[in-house]
């Protein structure tokens, strides 16, 4: 998968794109990004730096197996 367009045709995971806006730091997206990791069991997949500042992210994680629930331990 070299390209954007091919992440969503990936059967084992499943993909989230974000745009962080122009002017927010780099530890105020590493913040965010971790709130995503923690809670929801995202990780990082892939960044793009604009010349604007701007940045689109890609988050992943595991497909749960159809028809079982999440289970919070």
């Known amino acids: 998968m070299t390209t954007a367009e091919g992440l969503d045709t990936d059967p084992d995971w499943e993909y989230r794109p974000l ?10 997206a590493a913040t965010q990004l971790s709130i995503h990791a923690e809670y929801s ?6 960044v793009l730096l604009y010349s604007d500042g701007s940045r689109k992210i890609w988050l992943r994680r595991k497909r749960s ?5 999440n289970i919070i331990t």
Do not use: A, V
């Not at 745009?19 to 105020?28: F, H, Q, V």
């Not at 197996?65 to 629930?69: A, D, W």
């Open 19 to 28: 745009r962080l806006p122009p002017g927010i730091t780099r530890i105020s």
């Open 41 to 46: 069991g995202w990780e990082l997949s892939r």
């Open 65 to 69: 197996t159809p028809g079982l629930p």
